[in-house]
């Protein structure tokens, strides 16, 4: 027999339940009604089809094939894109259509699109018309006691779908109770009709199993290079930051000295200075050979996390600066590395080039990428050939595998998002 306390925690976890049931009915709404926009598209299409095929019967439609299935092929990329911003997976477009007749019907994607075409014009249109009905009409049923006053008589005795007869508030708080059922209706079906609206699309506008594996040979072979030329491109930087700064101090620092062994007997006080000179020549060099030893691998990684690392960039940027960053647990060194090398190149351009007042950065985790997002509302116009570090930011996300993705529009606000695998 269950006791007080199980009872208790059942509550809870029932409520949870029932609130994470509303989400994926609210998602499985949203994926509904953009499926209903792609769906008229694609019944618009489905006619300009079958118009040219009719016209083909009389023989003035061949010349208008191509540019028929280069309409089909747009709405099926509008698809395309929309399953891949709601999916786990990219969908990838195709080649584009050749201009020949006989080119265009027999290219790959054609048959494939075309069975699409006339699924979503047809399954996916009504998938999505009855998926948004039913929010309305449980809006409808459950407000219709405050409203019913204010309807004819005969359109209020005609309420609740004829079931019964609405003559008085009793009856009215029935038609209540109607809508309580269509919206557990909704809460049962939504995301499974949203699931079936978009299956159509995964299974006929995806790219053979070839031509994927083929693009992520390509893909990584792209990534392998840019993670060479990162790397050759760092240890430039490394000597370079040695030969020019760290070596000619040390050079110095030895010149000084020997002036100063020289100097020591017969005019001390000339040694003195000299010593002195030298000392502060090796504190500098010191120094900067400290901050090449941090930009290899910041040590603050290793004492502090990834989220306490940036919020220090940040209390150290001209710009306030604010951070968000929820990262449960480590990634790996290496990913942590690049987003704390790419959040404080950021920094650093929008301190010197952006005019901003405020900057954001935010960080995120989600399953096993790291997700990395700084905005700023300065000027905006920023671009990799301008000198600002962004196209040594790109090579070294690309080196990780990751994805670098730069909006600024002249006036901005500019935004750069940056997506890392965690590497665990």
Same mark, same amino acid.
């Given at each position: *027999?269950?006791?007080?306390?199980?009872?208790?925690?059942?509550?809870?976890?029932?409520?949870?339940?029932?609130?994470?049931?509303?989400?994926?009915?609210?998602?499985?709404?949203?994926?509904?009604?953009?499926?209903?926009?792609?769906? +008229?598209?694609? /019944?618009?299409?489905?006619?300009?089809?079958?118009? %040219?095929?009719?016209?083909? !019967?009389?023989?003035?439609? #061949?010349?208008?094939?191509?540019?028929?299935?280069?309409?089909?092929?747009?709405?099926?990329?509008?698809?395309?894109?929309?399953?891949?911003?709601?999916?786990?997976?990219?969908?990838?477009?195709?080649?584009?259509?050749?201009? =020949? %007749?006989?080119?265009?019907?027999?290219?790959?994607?054609?048959?494939?699109?075309?069975?699409?075409?006339?699924?979503?014009?047809?399954?996916? !249109?009504?998938?999505?018309?009855?998926?948004? +009905?039913?929010?309305?009409?449980? #809006?409808?049923?459950?407000?219709?006691?405050?409203?019913?006053?204010?309807?004819?008589?005969?359109?209020?005795?005609?309420?609740?779908?004829?079931?019964?007869?609405?003559?008085?508030?009793?009856?009215?708080?029935? %038609?209540?109770? /109607?809508?309580?059922?269509? /919206?557990?209706?909704?809460?049962?079906?939504?995301? =499974?009709?949203?699931?079936?609206?978009?299956?159509?699309?995964?299974?006929?506008?995806?790219?053979?199993?070839?031509?994927?594996?083929?693009?992520?040979?390509?893909?990584?072979?792209? +990534?392998?290079?840019?993670?060479?030329?990162?790397?050759?491109?760092? #240890?430039?930087?490394?000597?370079?930051? #040695?030969?020019?700064?760290?070596?000619?101090?040390? $050079? @110095?620092?030895? %010149? *000084?000295?020997?002036?100063?062994?020289?100097? $020591?007997?017969?005019?001390?006080?000339?040694?003195?200075?000299?010593?002195?000179? @030298?000392?502060?020549?090796?504190?500098?060099?010191?120094?900067?050979?400290?901050?090449?030893?941090?930009?290899?691998?910041?040590?603050?990684?290793?004492?502090?996390?990834?989220?306490?690392?940036?919020?220090?960039?940040?209390?150290?940027?001209?710009?306030?600066?604010?951070?968000?960053?929820?990262?449960?647990?480590?990634? @790996?060194?290496?990913?942590?590395?690049?987003?704390?090398?790419?959040?404080?190149?950021?920094?650093?351009?929008?301190?010197?080039?952006?005019?901003?007042?405020?900057?954001?950065?935010?960080?995120?985790?989600?399953?096993?990428? /790291?997700?990395?997002?700084?905005?700023?509302?300065?000027?905006?116009?920023?671009?990799?050939?301008?000198?600002?570090?962004?196209?040594?930011?790109?090579?070294?996300?690309?080196?990780?595998?990751?994805?670098?993705?730069? +909006?600024?529009?002249?006036?901005?606000?500019?935004?750069?998002?940056?997506?890392?695998?965690?590497?665990?």
């Amino acid at each position: *027999m269950p006791t007080q306390e199980s009872t208790d925690e059942r509550r809870p976890a029932r409520s949870l339940d029932v609130f994470a049931r509303a989400r994926v009915t609210l998602d499985g709404l949203e994926h509904l009604i953009g499926g209903v926009g792609t769906a +008229t598209l694609a /019944l618009v299409a489905l006619i300009g089809v079958i118009t %040219v095929m009719a016209l083909c !019967l009389v023989g003035i439609g #061949l010349p208008l094939v191509p540019h028929a299935l280069r309409a089909v092929r747009a709405v099926a990329n509008r698809e395309r894109a929309r399953l891949s911003r709601w999916g786990p997976d990219v969908i990838i477009d195709p080649d584009p259509v050749p201009p =020949g %007749v006989r080119d265009a019907i027999r290219h790959p994607a054609t048959s494939r699109e075309l069975r699409w075409l006339l699924t979503h014009a047809t399954l996916g !249109l009504l998938l999505g018309v009855i998926g948004m +009905t039913l929010p309305f009409s449980a #809006l409808r049923d459950l407000l219709f006691p405050l409203y019913m006053g204010l309807l004819p008589p005969g359109e209020m005795a005609g309420a609740a779908m004829g079931i019964w007869q609405v003559d008085g508030l009793p009856s009215g708080l029935g %038609v209540s109770l /109607l809508g309580v059922g269509w /919206l557990a209706l909704a809460l049962a079906i939504v995301p =499974g009709m949203a699931r079936l609206q978009a299956w159509p699309g995964r299974r006929m506008l995806s790219a053979d199993p070839g031509t994927d594996l083929a693009l992520r040979v390509a893909q990584l072979t792209a +990534t392998r290079a840019g993670a060479l030329d990162a790397h050759a491109t760092e #240890l430039r930087r490394i000597e370079r930051s #040695l030969h020019d700064g760290t070596q000619n101090r040390i $050079v @110095a620092v030895t %010149v *000084m000295l020997g002036a100063a062994r020289r100097a $020591v007997q017969r005019d001390p006080a000339t040694a003195d200075a000299l010593l002195e000179r @030298a000392q502060d020549a090796a504190e500098q060099a010191l120094a900067e050979l400290r901050a090449v030893v941090r930009s290899i691998l910041p040590p603050v990684l290793a004492d502090r996390s990834l989220a306490d690392a940036l919020t220090g960039l940040a209390a150290a940027c001209p710009v306030p600066c604010e951070v968000d960053a929820d990262v449960p647990g480590r990634c @790996a060194a290496s990913v942590e590395a690049t987003a704390y090398f790419v959040v404080a190149e950021a920094l650093t351009n929008i301190a010197k080039h952006s005019q901003a007042g405020h900057a954001t950065v935010m960080v995120r985790r989600h399953d096993d990428r /790291l997700q990395v997002r700084i905005t700023d509302d300065g000027r905006g116009g920023a671009g990799e050939d301008g000198g600002s570090g962004l196209d040594g930011m790109r090579r070294r996300t690309e080196a990780h595998d990751g994805m670098f993705e730069l +909006t600024s529009p002249p006036g901005g606000p500019t935004t750069l998002n940056v997506s890392l695998p965690c590497g665990l």
